[in-house]
């Protein structure tokens, strides 16, 4: 995963999206997900991103099924409601944004997981 932006702390994160979610066409469900906490009970990103398949939906520049990364801090950047936008569309799912496949919900994630994942898509 060369591609993996780190953050303070040693942090990686990534949204979250399975390609499994993609078999129901314009329908969002919700997708399986291993919430995960490291020895000190932060997030351990590399265990969601292997868990949940990130990478294979969100490249950090280009759109693979859904937007890169970077591409989606570039359309919230001037936004003051970034931080929320994306944390409903992680928590909630979302379809429509950006094409017809639809972002599947996660509402099983604990909110400093989501948080956390807004957060990063921002600093693209």
Not at 48 to 55: D, I, Q, R, S, Y
Not at 59 to 67: C, E, F, R
Request: glycine share 10%.
């Amino acid at each position: 995963m060369k591609h993996i932006k780190h953050l303070s702390g040693g942090l990686v994160l990534a949204l979250l999206a399975p390609a499994a979610a993609l078999a129901a066409p314009g329908s969002i469900t919700t997708a399986p997900a291993a919430p995960a906490a490291g020895p000190t009970g932060q997030v351990d990103v590399q265990a969601l991103l292997g868990k949940n398949a990130c990478l294979s939906c969100h490249g950090l520049t280009q759109k693979i099924v859904g937007p890169g990364y970077r591409e989606v801090a570039e359309r919230y950047k001037e936004d003051p409601q970034a931080q929320s936008k994306l944390e409903t569309s992680i928590r909630a799912g979302s379809a429509g944004k950006w094409g017809d496949a639809p972002m599947p919900a996660f509402a099983m994630l604990r909110p400093e997981e989501i948080r956390a994942l807004a957060e990063f898509v921002r600093q693209q």
